[in-house]
């Protein structure tokens, strides 16, 4: 397993959006520019660069070849020209995370933000609900359960279902969550991993 996290969100300028685009191929883009601010397009482009860069400077893709994505039905991308590289894309206004292994992989980023009470019952159980609310900094309590969330459904490739409240608690045996809080960049980063 290998990842890659950018945060110097500074560099996230319309005039480094346009420096980027051509560095992607055109249906990345496209995507990108489906974006109306200027966020979603530079973290589309710069996460498909990071994403090159790690394939790349790992030997397991050569520096000319294009990457091309399909999709499962839920949204999952895949590269298409190498089903046996499993890769997962996150990002949020603190930060771009890329990760790549060689068995089904999730990954998410969050910025810690104070959840609402109607957030906290719609996406926490009654158990999490109260370890949010009793910890010294629920801020990152909440990024840190929701990062362990999103990045268990991008590793199963379900999208956010209905389980969403109590998808930890069916942790599977083959699955496992590591979560690292960055305190000073105020954000969450959670991979989902197949063990093998």
Known sequence: MLYSIFDNMERCTP???????PLVPEEHQAIALKFKHTF?????VKSILMLKELLVANGLIPQDDSLHFEYNAHGKPHLANHPDIHFNISHC???????????????????????????????????EVQQVKQSDCPEQ????FWTKKEALFKLRGTGITHELRDV?????????????????KKFAFTLALTNR
């Open 93 to 127: 206004p603190h930060a771009i995370a890329v990760a790549i292994d060689s068995a089904p992989i999730g990954v998410d980023v969050e910025r810690f933000v104070s959840p609402s009470e109607s957030l906290l019952n719609y996406c926490l159980n009654d158990e």
């Open 168 to 184: 930890l608690t069916h942790l599977q045996p083959d699955e496992r969550l590591e979560t690292t809080l960055f305190k000073e």
């Open 141 to 144: 309590t909440f990024a840190a």
């Open 15 to 21: 005039d480094e959006v346009q420096r980027l685009l």
């Open 40 to 44: 979603g397009q530079f973290a589309t």
